[in-house]
């Protein structure tokens, strides 16, 4: 009867300690999400205030000296501004990336067939001379986020509409499959698809395969993709082969 | 359009110099009156300070107000400017970098009429300065001078 007595109070003043470890964690992570939040305020702020100065004064001198610049001295102006326009661009990036690993989930049963076909409207809406065929998957279902999975989900079929662009007509589909023994979403396009080779930096972000003059963008919309499907637990990954289209599965 | 002041309340010089360019550029030539900071923009309002004795009945037509202000806060030249008699019906467009949900949600809150990020491009700024102009001192009725 001792004996069981003195090992229970040892495992009380253990569980006592973890209790204890997980509390001081938890405090750590919120005072590191306060800190992130105040940065990502600050970067909100603060750095987009001489971006704008950049821009605003470049397009002055275009203006105001037009007639004592050469095309050489504009051109430089020209680049001075599409730099400030880019940096402005990837802050913004940043900050949308940062707020989608602060903010909080709220996980509700969410109906992704109909998300896909209203993102699949707004894009053609968007674009009305594009012929896109979408062949959509109904009564998907998922739990999770909306706000994120749409972010997540628009991200996704955006990139197809991107990458589908230079063909006269383009074919995205949005299903489910069981991948690596496990249910998934796809998101499959026809169209410039990607070398396999440089297949893990698909999901860094900033990273891109293609150059600007290619495709335009800043190389985060996947990045984003790849943290939302993360907290909610899930996996992102991808196949393709160049010219021949890319499917983007996920888990949840 | 001539006659309505617009009061502008930003503490940036280059921020303050590309918005006169910009109601420039758009052929807005009301009085333009900058307050750069917040205490100055409460001067102004409630002509005490360095503006005592400025002839109220003269109100802006409409307030573009910064949110990052030296000694007093937008948010909080607001939340005087709400609560005095005298001004608490003027259109206040909130002019700021940030779309902060934060900011934006206290703006409101504290009584913004109007919620407008300022752009990096230019161009798009002339633009934004554009519609502003063309609502708030054109299509937008201004509330009724109390009696």
Same mark, same amino acid.
């Given at each position: 009867m001792e004996l069981a007595n003195v090992r229970l109070e040892r495992e009380i003043k253990e569980r006592k300690r973890a209790e204890e470890e997980i509390q001081r964690t938890n405090r750590e992570l919120s005072a590191t999400n306060k800190e992130l939040e105040a940065f990502s305020y600050s970067v909100s702020h603060d750095l987009r205030t001489p971006l704008r100065s950049i821009d605003g004064f470049s397009q002055a001198l275009l203006e105001d000296y037009a007639d004592k610049l050469d095309a050489t001295a504009k051109g430089h102006l020209q680049r001075v501004r599409r730099a400030a326009q880019r940096m402005a661009a990837l802050i913004d990036d940043m900050l949308n990336l940062s707020r989608v690993t602060r903010c909080e989930l709220h996980r509700e049963k969410l109906d992704l067939s109909a998300m896909a076909k209203l993102i699949a409207a707004e894009l053609q809406e968007a674009e009305p001379s594009r012929h896109v065929e979408f062949v959509i998957e109904s009564g998907l279902t998922a739990v999770g986020d909306p706000q994120l999975l749409h972010a997540a989900m628009e991200n996704l079929f955006r990139n197809s509409w991107k990458y589908t662009s230079g063909h006269p007509t383009a074919r995205i589909e949005f299903g489910s499959s069981v991948e690596k023994e496990k249910h998934s979403f796809l998101v499959r396009d026809d $169209?410039?698809? !990607?070398?396999p080779r440089y297949a893990?930096?698909? !999901? $860094?972000? !900033?990273?891109?395969?293609?150059t600007a003059k290619e495709f335009p963008g800043t190389g985060i919309g996947l990045a984003t993709v790849q943290r939302i499907i993360h907290r909610h637990g899930g996996e992102v990954w991808a196949e393709g082969a160049v010219e021949k289209g890319a499917t983007f599965y996920f888990t949840l | 359009m001539d006659g309505k002041t617009i009061l502008l309340v930003e503490d940036n010089a280059d921020d303050e110099a590309l918005t006169f360019r910009a109601l420039m550029k758009n052929n807005i030539s009301n009085q333009l009156v900058v307050a750069r900071d917040g205490a100055e923009a409460l001067d102004y309002l409630f002509a005490t #300070?360095?503006? *005592? #004795?400025?002839? +109220? *009945?003269? #109100? &802006?037509?409409v307030v573009l107000l910064?949110?990052?202000? &030296?000694?007093?806060s937008g948010l909080e030249v607001l939340r005087q400017l709400r609560a005095n008699e005298r001004t608490k019906l003027l259109p206040v467009v909130i002019l700021t *970098? *940030? +779309?902060e949900e934060q900011d934006r949600l206290q703006g409101y809150d504290y009584g913004a009429n109007s919620y407008v990020r300022k752009p990096v491009d230019f161009n798009h700024f002339i633009e934004a300065v554009r519609q502003l102009g063309l609502y708030w001192l054109i299509l937008n009725e201004q509330p009724p001078a109390r009696r």
């Open positions: $169209g410039a698809g !990607f070398d893990d930096r698909l !999901f $860094g972000a !900033f990273q891109r395969l293609h | #300070g360095q503006y *005592s #004795g400025r002839d +109220t *009945s003269i #109100g &802006p037509q910064d949110l990052n202000l &030296p000694k007093v *970098s *940030s +779309t």
